[in-house]
């Protein structure tokens, strides 16, 4: 099992995906509320640990080449954000189901080429990750997103 902050990390970067993907092309802003839950800063002003994580983890997408934003909102979200063509083509892409064990795809030969074809896009196999809810198979889309 991993260490929980990689397990959150991967788990914030499918939500981000899943949702500037339903959003592209257009600009959004980006809450971090949005993508790890709810969080009331102390006295001090600052979130949980948890909260600058996720916040940490779009900061990293975007300097990794995966999304652009025009600014920051305090460190509570991300304005003007959207995928960028390498975040784009990534997530348009179909991933090789031969590396991905264990992730329920209704991958029916005698479906339409069309339908075929969005069951093997990487977007779908993010979604299909977050609604299984399984930390292993959301580690493991993520892990072959960030490796092409």
């Known amino acids: 099992m991993a ?18 993907y339903l959003s592209f092309p257009r600009k959004i802003t980006l809450f971090v509320e949005d993508i790890s839950g709810p969080d009331s800063p102390d006295e001090f002003g600052l979130h949980c640990t948890r909260f600058q994580s996720c916040f940490s983890t779009m900061i990293w997408l975007a300097e990794t080449g995966y999304i652009h934003y025009e600014s920051t909102i305090r460190q509570e979200a991300l ?52 609604k299984s809810g399984s930390s292993h198979a959301i580690e493991q889309v993520v892990q072959t997103l960030l490796r092409k």
Request: proline share 3%; no cysteine.
């Open 79 to 130: 304005d003007q954000v959207t995928l960028s063509h390498k975040g784009f083509t990534v997530l348009y892409s179909r991933l090789d189901m031969e590396e991905l064990s264990g992730i329920a795809v209704d991958a029916d030969k005698e479906l339409p080429p069309s339908v075929q074809e969005t069951y093997a896009s990487s977007i779908y196999l993010v979604r299909q990750a977050l």
């Open 3 to 20: 260490d929980i902050h990689i397990a959150d990390f991967y788990k914030d970067v499918a939500r981000i995906f899943a949702q500037l």
